[in-house]
């Protein structure tokens, strides 16, 4: 069993930039790789992010490329989205995940494929 809580969403001006952090614990979540993904009102909850077991290897959606950053710290069981040039866009609620499954080099990248989910943290982003 592992467990997720999440951290430091808030309200940010556009271009701004929050981060993320997201605190792992249970027996195995040294092990697991781990997910960003976001909710928008209305909206399907949507990949963001994915970042190996080892912190070696990271996925992004399109939209988030070059603006946010997926990193893991080992020794804390903590993973964070630095997340820069926030848009309203960026408005949602996001979760941080362990995916049940192995998906290789690419990640998981689809909410079925995790099992374990935080309970969620609010960024907003004013224009």
């Known amino acids: 069993q592992v467990q997720l809580v999440e951290s430091g969403g808030g309200l940010v001006q556009a271009g701004g930039s929050l981060r993320l952090s997201c605190a792992a614990s249970?027996?195995?979540?040294?092990?697991?790789?781990m997910g960003w993904f976001r909710q928008a009102p209305g909206k399907e909850r949507e990949f963001v992010a994915t970042?190996?077991?080892?912190?070696?290897?990271?996925s992004y959606t399109d939209s988030v490329k070059e603006r946010f950053s997926i990193s893991r710290e080992r020794a804390t069981n903590t993973v964070y989205l630095q997340m820069n040039a926030l848009k309203p866009e960026d408005t949602a609620v996001y979760y941080c995940?362990?995916?049940?499954?192995?998906?290789?080099?690419?990640?998981?990248?689809?909410?079925?494929?995790?099992?374990?989910w935080g309970q969620g943290t609010q960024v907003t982003v004013s224009s």
């Open positions: 995940a362990a995916p049940s499954i192995n998906c290789g080099s690419s990640g998981c990248r689809t909410p079925a494929q995790y099992s374990y």
């Open positions: 249970g027996r195995s979540a040294y092990f697991y790789a």
């Open positions: 970042i190996n077991w080892s912190g070696t290897s990271t």
